[in-house]
């Protein structure tokens, strides 16, 4: 019983409660010119809640597949993002590693953007995975950070001290330049996104 609530009923309750704390919310955007190309769009493993409202104010109309671990985590959140009409690629580096990055490229080649914790799905917080930089430089695609940070919030204990904004605050959200990591080494490509991710990165 408590699996199936898990898997069939949390998803949509997290969806109704993330759509009341957003309404709730003043919502202020800070993002680059929409070139309209496939992108890959990083974001912070505990700032995952806020990042379906950063894309869909900057691509109405896009079509974005996040990229998610195959753990029972996983499980829900593809099923929570389903809800606001995103896709699935699921995989991650310890298991389907080779399949999901293929999968990914084939997207963002057919037009599509793809979404990445480079943290996720174990940590450490604020870490970037070899993944991104493979994705990126074997499909020529163009990352961009995705933040946000939250006037009100809880803050949970997790590894990724996970944040949920609370209702009636100020939520600003933020969006980088598109930038390219193809001709750097993994270790400089990964540290050059890390400190692009930081600056709008909350505590």
């Not at 037009?111 to 991104?132: E, F, H, K, L, Q």
């Not at 949920?164 to 933020?174: A, H, M, N, S, T």
Request: aromatic content about 12%; hydrophobic content about 40%.
């Amino acid at each position: 019983m408590l699996k199936y609530f898990k898997l069939n009923v949390l998803p949509h309750l997290l969806y109704y409660l993330v759509r009341f704390i957003y309404a709730t919310n003043k919502k202020v955007y800070h993002h680059p010119k929409n070139d309209g190309k496939a992108m890959i769009i990083c974001m912070w493993h505990g700032d995952l809640m806020s990042q379906p409202y950063n894309y869909f104010s900057f691509r109405k109309d896009g079509n974005v597949k996040a990229m998610i671990s195959h753990n029972k985590d996983g499980e829900i959140i593809s099923k929570l993002v389903s809800n606001f009409k995103i896709g699935s690629v699921r995989g991650s580096s310890s298991k389907g590693a080779a399949k999901v990055l293929i999968e990914a490229i084939r997207e963002l080649k057919s037009g599509n953007d793809i979404a990445i914790t480079p943290d996720g799905p174990r940590g450490p917080r604020y870490s970037v995975a070899d993944g991104v930089i493979a994705l990126a430089q074997k499909s020529d695609a163009k990352v961009v950070c995705f933040n946000s940070i939250a006037t009100k919030y809880w803050q949970f204990k997790s590894w990724d001290k996970f944040v949920l904004p609370k209702p009636f605050g100020r939520i600003d959200f933020y969006i980088s330049e598109p930038f390219d990591v193809k001709n750097m080494n993994f270790d400089e490509a990964k540290e050059f996104i890390k400190q692009k991710m930081l600056i709008n990165s909350m505590p």
